[in-house]
């Protein structure tokens, strides 16, 4: 069974930059491709990045598009969320999920078997 856990949310400035870790276990690492979603309270899951299991290709929502930068390292089983010049926003949770699907672009929450519980981020002056 897949487990994800996922750390580095918080309180960070309008400008500024946190990392997001998801650390993977339970199964081969570099077979799964990896994503990340958030979610504000009463809106819907929405997609942010993903990267792929086989050659490390990236996809990111429109939004965070040379904001943000997703990437995996294969040896420690953990994927990161790299986020720089953090606009204001609803507080929301950024979940970690993987998926076994052979597919080359993810976004869906649908396309996800697994999930992390989440880490929160809030973005306030």
């Known amino acids: 069974q897949v487990q994800l856990v996922e750390s580095g949310g918080g309180l960070v400035q309008p400008g500024g930059s946190l990392r997001l870790s998801c650390a993977f276990s339970g199964r081969t690492f570099n077979r799964y491709s990896m994503g990340w979603f958030r979610q504000a309270p009463g809106i819907e899951r929405e997609f942010v990045a993903t990267?792929?299991?086989?050659?490390?290709?990236?996809y990111y929502t429109d939004s965070v598009k040379g904001r943000f930068t997703i990437s995996r390292d294969n040896a420690k089983n953990t994927v990161y969320l790299q986020m720089s010049s953090m606009k204001t926003k609803h507080p929301a949770i950024y979940y970690c999920?993987?998926?076994?699907?052979?597919?080359?672009?993810?976004?869906?929450?649908?396309?996800?078997?697994?999930w992390g519980q989440g880490t929160q981020v809030t973005v306030s002056s």
């Open positions: 999920a993987t998926t076994w699907a052979r597919r080359s672009v993810l976004t869906s929450p649908s396309d996800y078997e697994y």
């Open positions: 990267v792929s299991w086989s050659d490390g290709v990236t």
